[in-house]
């Protein structure tokens, strides 16, 4: 502890609501790695730990989805709508305003800073 910060004893519990009011972010939009095309704002970007950048909803008609079913469980794999691309899975989640978490490869993501 930095005795000179005494509020920086507050402690981050990684299971708590994620409120985007109070998630400062870069301004921009990240686009499929592959095409270009724009997926996902950075606004609608968390982190939930898990490693994978996680997003709580995608931009227009930019990503598909397609139902799986292997090995007797559902999953919802998400791909690009341009390219066909695989982004990642589309899991249900209390926490996010839309109960949805985009789960997706970071190397399928391209990062495009707001001018
Ligand atoms: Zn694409």
Redesign the pocket.
């Known amino acids: 502890m930095n005795p000179t910060h005494p509020k920086t004893t507050k402690i981050l519990v990684r299971n708590q609501p994620v409120n985007p009011e109070e998630r400062p972010h870069e301004p921009g939009v990240y686009?499929?790695?592959?095409?270009?095309?724009v997926?996902f704002e950075a606004d609608k970007k968390f982190d939930v730990g898990s490693g994978f950048p996680s997003f709580w909803q995608h931009a227009g008609e930019s990503v598909r989805q397609n139902h799986l079913d292997t090995y007797g469980r559902d999953r919802i794999q998400l791909?690009?709508?341009?390219?066909?691309?695989h982004?990642g899975h589309l899991f249900e989640d209390k926490r996010t305003p839309t109960g949805l978490r985009y789960c997706i490869n970071a190397n399928a993501l391209q990062f495009k800073a707001e001018e």
């Open positions: 686009t499929c790695a592959s095409c270009g095309h997926l791909l690009c709508n341009r390219c066909s691309q982004l």
